[in-house]
């Protein structure tokens, strides 16, 4: 059974940070990009950071460059995101997805077949 499950989402202060993990089972990890998208309270789901399926590809989006860092530990089927320098509107659900393609993008969220169920961050002082 495919599964995606997200966790380290919590309530930090402005300037603070968190770890995300998504831990994937039920299929073979490594053939797999796995995106970030995260969804604010009134707004469509957006694209936040992909790692392609070797790892040696990733892509940002514009409001997370130079906080955000996604990585992958293929030895333990987890995906990372490590989020610094949070600001209040980084504030959202954040869901991993998983994509059958070496590297799919953060525009389109066709090219991902499997998805978490989220977990909520909060940014507020």
Request: glycine share 10%.
């Amino acid at each position: 059974q495919l599964q995606l499950v997200e966790s380290g989402g919590d309530l930090v202060q402005p300037g603070g940070s968190l770890r995300l993990s998504c831990a994937v089972s039920g299929f073979t990890f490594y053939y797999y990009a796995i995106g970030w998208f995260r969804q604010a309270p009134g707004n469509e789901r957006e694209g936040v950071s992909c790692i392609s399926s070797s790892g040696g590809s990733t892509s940002y989006a514009d409001s997370v460059k130079g906080r955000f860092t996604i990585s992958r530990d293929d030895a333990k089927n987890t995906v990372y995101l490590q989020m610094n320098s949070l600001k209040p509107e980084d504030t959202a659900v954040y869901y991993c997805a998983a994509s059958s393609f070496h590297m799919a993008t953060l525009n389109d969220e066709n090219d991902y077949a499997y998805w978490g169920q989220g977990t909520p961050v909060t940014v507020s002082s």
